[in-house]
């Protein structure tokens, strides 16, 4: 009971670290990542469809990304649907690529990007500390239902504790290299 207690806080925690490291890879440092479109959403006979499925994206050089249809017809479609999403970038069609410069940050936005990125930090540093919540109500409720001792729930605390550091260790070390990377120019 305890061990799957701990394995079930322990997976929870990973999918949280794992949940900011997506949402920062969303988080526009200047630099072009083929990752940064993976979210949008191109218009595909009518069904949304993510642009990983119609196009190939590549980059072309450090600030330019190039998206390769895979249907000669859809680079408008896929045209529209870079400029409508929520990244703020200029696509420009060039026969069958579209071409996706990645525009240069200015200090201010660079400082509203790490506010950004530290709230989503923080976001998953309190989902972390509610699973330990969690899992330690469950350990007082076995120790009240007499299934497990005070001394095994005591060690179970610690263990989770120590699950819960480590979480956090890993979410601050993921903020401080995406703060770092945002204010290299």
Do not use: C, W
């Amino acid at each position: 009971m305890i061990a799957d207690v701990k394995k079930n806080a322990e997976q929870k925690m990973l999918k949280s670290v794992e949940n900011l490291k997506a949402n920062l890879a969303k988080v526009r440092t200047g630099r072009a990542h083929a990752g940064l479109l993976d979210h949008v959403m191109v218009d595909y006979y009518g069904n949304p469809t993510p642009i990983n499925q119609v196009a190939s994206v590549g980059l072309m050089d450090a600030r330019t990304l190039s998206v390769s249809p895979f249907e000669k017809k859809m680079a408008a479609a896929i045209e529209k649907a870079i400029r409508d999403s929520d990244l703020g970038l200029n696509p420009a069609s060039m026969g069958d690529v579209v071409r996706v410069p990645m525009p240069a940050l200015t200090e201010e936005r660079r400082k509203d990007l790490i506010k950004v990125v530290r709230g989503e930090a923080e976001d998953s540093r309190v989902a972390v500390r509610n699973l330990r919540r969690d899992a330690n109500e469950q350990l007082k409720k076995a120790v009240k239902d007499k299934v497990i001792s005070e001394d095994e729930e005591r060690r179970a605390s610690d263990d989770i504790q120590k699950l819960t550091d480590k979480s956090i260790a890993e979410i601050d070390k993921q903020l401080a290299e995406k703060e770092k990377e945002l204010m290299t120019v």
